[in-house]
């Protein structure tokens, strides 16, 4: 079974700039949540997702918003980017909520 | 809320000797635990969960964890360290609240292991 996908692998933007991320999970995984790692804040929580809706939010500004398409598949978007936007954003997805959480290898975005 | 610690930011272990790596955390209903590893430039790789059972979990690459109750306490452990092992290990906690939906799992710091040949 192919693992937690994750594109791009690698963004560069400018500060003003909007990003889009994408997950596509472990197939029959309806969970999918993303998780931001930063070397100051380690890794936090974002948001997510279980059959298109968003069961939890992470405590982030109002910029970081995502959704989940009826495959399964989820995006993250931000907008207005900013420097300390700059970090790891880790997608990771589990069958539900008691099972185990599979990582992607991540999007490492860098803002300037 | 829930929270954890791991109170080492690094572990140095010679190869072959018995590796240990600190997790406590706190929770306000039953906690599902788990130890994820990470290598440079990758994401999160899964070792081992604790759910509910033996308090002595095995998981992958010879690694094991002895959840504590009392103490609440989740400590990975491996017999003989490899040099391979040297990366950054994350305890992660999933507050199982009755009434708690979602899947949101709680990390510590991080704690980078380093096995010196």
């Known amino acids: 079974k192919a693992g937690v996908t994750q594109t791009p692998r690698y963004l560069i933007k400018t500060r003003g700039q909007q990003v889009t991320l994408s997950c596509s999970p472990i197939?029959?995984?309806?969970?999918v949540s993303w998780y931001q790692q930063t070397p100051g804040q380690g890794l936090q929580f974002l948001f997510e997702?279980?059959?298109?809706?968003?069961?939890n939010k992470g405590n982030f500004p109002g910029r970081f918003s995502g959704r989940q398409f009826s495959n399964s598949r989820s995006e993250m978007n931000v907008s207005t980017l900013e420097l300390g936007d700059s970090a790891l954003y880790l997608c990771?997805?589990?069958?539900?909520?008691?099972?185990?959480?599979?990582f992607g290898p991540g999007t490492r975005l860098t803002v300037l | 809320a829930q929270s954890v610690a791991q109170p080492e930011d690094q572990v140095n272990v010679a190869e072959g000797n018995p590796l240990t790596v600190k997790c406590t955390y706190s929770?306000?209903?039953?906690?599902?635990l788990f130890w994820y590893v990470q290598y440079p430039n990758r994401g999160l790789q899964f070792l081992l969960k604790?759910?509910?059972?033996?308090?002595l979990v095995k998981g992958s690459y010879g690694f094991e964890a002895e959840f504590n109750k009392s103490q609440t306490s989740f400590h990975l452990k491996k017999p003989s360290a490899l040099v391979s092992d040297s990366a950054l290990y994350f305890c992660?906690?999933?507050?199982?609240?009755?009434?708690?939906?979602?899947?949101?799992?709680?990390f510590g710091g991080g704690t980078r292991v380093l096995v010196k040949p």
């Open positions: 197939s029959g995984h309806r969970s």
């Open positions: 992660a906690v999933r507050d199982m609240l009755r009434g708690a939906a979602g899947n949101k799992l709680t």
């Open positions: 997702y279980f059959s298109e809706t968003q069961r």
């Open positions: 604790y759910i509910t059972g033996d308090n």
């Open positions: 990771a997805s589990s069958l539900s909520d008691s099972e185990t959480q599979y």
């Open positions: 929770v306000s209903g039953n906690p599902y």
